[in-house]
């Protein structure tokens, strides 16, 4: 089956500092990649929409210059966390469509990556 | 847009019996996709069931499925024959069939399979 990679599963950062992200579909191409946040005890939240060769949607309320989403390639997206701080700690999931599905096709899920900024 | 409502935060069920968890959407799309997935302690998003709004057909995956009631905007997930392993949140979503396969979840239940 599709599969998600989504690294690190758990990074600790210094406040003020960037983080980076990564997604990749190891054996289909996604032209489509959906950035979510889970806080805790709480459900997802979708932040951005990456799409392959273009500039992401993000969601209202989602800070564009604070989470940078890149989706160079067709296997490849990642979230960049910029001058994180504590309130942007939390549990970020990614997910993926292979580009040859179906519209009722599910979503790939990566594990997600647990984010603590000190 | 699409709103997705869980309104039991919390279950339980005592292994080997059978639970059922609530969910209701609001949508105007007649063509739209609703979803369960599991999301054990790993954190690791499950598929668990899926419906497409067109079929009047329940569907169903071994000990899980649905009663899906279009007019009442009702989805619902019947697990039987719980097991210790299906303890985790469950989250319901749905997608439009144009939306670009944006998910929209549901607040989620958590549910506790008691041995």
């Known amino acids: 089956g599709a599969v998600v990679s989504q690294h690190p599963s758990r990074v600790i950062c210094k406040s003020g500092t960037s983080v980076k992200i990564e997604c990749r579909s190891l054996?289909?191409?996604?032209?489509?990649m959906f950035w979510y946040r889970q806080f805790p005890k709480q459900s997802l939240m979708l932040m951005a929409t990456?799409?392959?060769?273009?500039?992401?949607t993000y969601e209202q309320g989602v800070e564009k210059d604070k989470f940078l989403i890149n989706h160079a390639s067709l296997t490849l997206s990642t979230l960049t966390v910029t001058s994180a701080h504590p309130e942007d700690s939390s549990f970020y999931i990614c997910?993926?469509?292979?580009w040859g599905d179906g519209p009722n096709s599910p979503l790939h899920f990566g594990n997600g990556t647990r984010l603590t900024v000190t | 847009a699409q709103t997705v409502t869980q309104s039991q935060p919390e279950m339980s069920v005592q292994e080997a019996e059978t639970v059922t968890l609530s969910c209701t959407y609001d949508?105007?799309?007649?063509?739209?996709?609703l979803f369960w997935y599991k999301q054990p302690p790993s954190r690791q998003m499950i598929l668990v069931i899926r419906?497409?709004?067109?079929?009047?057909q329940n569907a169903t995956e071994n000990r899980f499925s649905v009663n899906f009631q279009k007019a009442a905007k009702s989805f619902s997930l019947k697990i039987s024959d719980s097991q210790l392993g299906d303890t985790a949140m469950y989250f319901c979503?749905?997608?439009?069939?144009?939306?670009?396969?944006?998910?929209?979840f549901g607040g989620g239940t958590r549910l506790m399979v008691k041995p």
């Open positions: 997910s993926a469509r292979s």
């Open positions: 949508t105007s799309e007649n063509n739209y996709y």
């Open positions: 419906q497409e709004a067109y079929k009047q």
């Open positions: 979503a749905s997608y439009k069939n144009n939306a670009g396969n944006m998910l929209t």
């Open positions: 054996d289909f191409q996604a032209t489509t």
């Open positions: 990456s799409n392959e060769g273009s500039k992401a």
